[in-house]
């Protein structure tokens, strides 16, 4: 039971691991794509509002002027005067040009926000696929553990019946043993009542019927007692035959043992004398660089001798 337990935990640790990743990327993308949103509206207000202090230059149009210009369409000014409308004319084509681009980025920003919930949309998909091959795979080792729970608990019934019946057995043997002791115990009851018996027909010819009812009984006590000392036999020959598995089993455990150990002594022995002869190598090959250097020493040796024989003989031509 605690491995099902423990297995479960794994996977569904596994499945909500994943699970957590991808809602993560979700909230991750979410968040980032309203930010984006942010700065562009942000970047499209900053582009739509006018330069701070246009108003207050003395060419500037007035309010009146200005708010009529931006809910009416413009119209032809007047031409007195002249210089109030010529400069600030500039000032507001540029923005009637910028409202097409904000609506646009709107547009933009709208289409984002669309691809954005559909990719939401597919990782909330994989999350449920994920979560339902999970489970897909905790049912199916949910059953096979319960299968083997219910053949191990079919093997736990077979041995507990067989203990049962073990118990049963020793507690036959012992109520055999009193019966025995019973047995024995009336038998030598009938022998002291058969003593006596012999006793009065000696003393009187008139117990002689009384003496044959009792030897017939005693014949009767006799094959019973035959007959379950026969059991008791046969019980008690069992018991040595158990007796003897039992001992033949020791016997064969206690060998194992002893081959064990031997093996054991046999394997640190070939360890020590494989490590032996490891050293015996490495000393060989040791001995081996040593004897060249020696012959090659000798080498030069009887080379330094021919040279110095052959100036010698030089020497000594001169």
Avoid: C, W
């Avoid at 957590?20 to 993308?29: D, N, P, R």
């Avoid at 191990?152 to 009193?178: I, W």
């Avoid at 002689?208 to 017939?216: F, G, I, S, V, Y």
């Amino acid at each position: 039971m605690p491995l099902l337990s423990i297995n479960l935990s794994l996977l569904e640790i596994g499945v909500l691991l994943a699970g957590a990743i991808v809602l993560g990327l979700a909230v991750y993308f979410f968040i980032t794509s309203r930010k984006s949103l942010k700065e562009t509206i942000e970047k499209t207000n900053q582009k739509v509002t006018l330069r701070p202090g246009f108003y207050n230059s003395p060419t500037s149009v007035p309010s009146s002027i200005q708010e009529r210009t931006i809910t009416k369409e413009p119209q032809h000014p007047k031409k007195a005067p002249a210089k109030i409308y010529e400069e600030p004319t500039p000032a507001y084509v540029p923005l009637k040009a910028k409202q097409p681009a904000k609506e646009e980025s709107i547009d933009d920003l709208k289409q984002t926000i669309q691809q954005q919930q559909k990719l939401l949309n597919s990782f909330l998909k994989q999350v449920e696929e994920i979560e339902n091959e999970g489970r897909e795979e905790l049912e199916l080792q949910n059953k096979h553990l319960e299968k083997e729970i219910e053949n191990l608990e079919a093997r736990l019934e077979k041995k507990q019946a067989e203990l049962e019946e073990v118990k049963q057995q020793a507690s036959m043997a012992e109520r055999m043993a009193d019966k025995i002791e019973e047995v024995y115990q009336e038998f030598e009851l009938l022998q002291s009542k058969m003593a006596t018996l012999e006793k009065q027909a000696n003393r009187a010819n008139n117990l002689a019927l009384e003496l044959e009812d009792t030897r017939q009984s005693y014949e009767q006590v006799h094959k019973d007692l035959q007959r379950k000392t026969e059991k008791l036999e046969e019980t008690y020959a069992e018991n040595q035959r158990m007796q003897q598995l039992m001992n033949t089993m020791e016997d064969k455990l206690a060998e194992a043992n002893l081959q064990r150990q031997q093996l054991h002594k046999k394997v640190q022995f070939l360890q020590d004398l494989n490590t032996d002869l490891q050293t015996v190598s490495d000393t060989n090959k040791k001995l081996q660089t040593e004897l060249r250097r020696i012959g090659e020493l000798e080498s030069m040796l009887d080379m330094i001798a021919e040279e110095r024989d052959y100036l010698l003989r030089k020497g000594s031509g001169k």
